[in-house]
């Protein structure tokens, strides 16, 4: 039993950790933490981003008075600062068949890499991280929690996990939306094989909630290509049937909607202030994570 505890910790990728280090990973909207940390916060604190001037009201502490303004105005104002807090990491990750479709690693595999790495990440830099397994049965929920051993219980999990049966994805994420009563940050990580306008939905859904939501569409090389050459059976994994037919004949339509899908995606999340990201399992977890803090840094700057 140790040895099987212990392989799961292959699934932290420790090129990713090494390069990943220093500035933490800020969400762009204010959170609703439970202690200090490092995310903005909707309520004003200790800090040293300054926010605003309040106008000074007798019996509050005259210390954060601003004696310059005084000065020029002779009217008593003091300086509000931002409070900076730590956040609600909500991981969840598409455990639905068609996420065991790819080679070398299939899709399901290259989650279980970036989901448990990311959970490392932003439990060491104080935030509380839970899971979410987005799957018909046997769903399994890991409540958000800042202890350490939390990374050991998200391995027990994400270890064993095999992809089958049909998406649960659409409506796990309605159930997160109202589930999390303070706003949290959301990373979803699927391929995102659904209905669009269900996808959309739940997308808004997620932000009228005021949650930070991120997107991961994880695609394998041959569904990114379509590097099929002679008569294939193509088979539906979630159990729609299989059809059997010349690739070539296919080939540009196909490109073309799954384009369409994810530009539509992508569009959306840019509509209602989420983030999308499209990733081939061909790049490592490291150069994923590695765009990705980027762009979290660039934001937050």
């Not at 909707?42 to 509050?60: D, I, L």
């Not at 990311?118 to 399994?140: F, M, P």
């Amino acid at each position: 039993m140790p040895r099987r505890r212990n392989s799961y910790f292959s699934y932290l990728d420790q090129e990713a950790l090494s390069r990943i280090s220093g500035e933490p990973l800020l969400s762009k909207f204010s959170m609703e933490g439970s202690v200090s940390g490092h995310h903005r916060s909707p309520h004003k604190g200790a800090s040293v981003e300054f926010a605003e001037y309040r106008e000074y009201t007798p019996g509050e502490d005259p210390k954060r008075m601003d004696w310059k303004v005084f000065g020029r105005s002779d009217r008593y104002y003091l300086k509000e600062f931002e409070a900076e807090t730590n956040l609600r990491c909500h991981l969840a990750i598409d455990c639905s068949a068609s996420m065991s479709f790819g080679e070398p690693v299939n899709k399901l595999e290259y989650a279980k890499k970036l989901t448990a790495t990311l959970a490392y990440i932003y439990l060491g830099q104080g935030d509380a991280v839970g899971l979410h397994t987005l799957q018909k049965r046997n769903q399994k929920i890991i409540p958000t929690k800042r202890n350490p051993a939390q990374v050991q219980e998200i391995l027990q999990v994400l270890g064993p996990l095999k992809a089958k049966g049909k998406t649960n994805l659409v409506q796990s994420l309605h159930e997160i939306a109202e589930s999390s009563r303070t706003r949290a940050f959301v990373v979803v990580i699927s391929d995102f094989f659904e209905e669009l306008g269900s996808i959309k939905h739940a997308i808004t859904h997620l932000r009228d909630r005021k949650h930070d939501v991120v997107l991961f569409q994880l695609l394998d090389k041959q569904e990114i290509e379509f590097t099929f050459d002679r008569p294939t059976r193509f088979v539906d994994l979630e159990g729609e049937g299989s059809i059997i037919t010349e690739p070539t004949l296919i080939k540009e339509e196909y490109l073309k909607r799954l384009e369409e899908h994810s530009m539509a995606i992508n569009e959306h999340c840019l509509e209602c202030e989420a983030s999308f990201n499209r990733v081939s399992t061909t790049q490592s977890i490291s150069e994923t994570l590695n765009s990705f803090s980027s762009h979290r840094r660039g934001i937050s700057s």
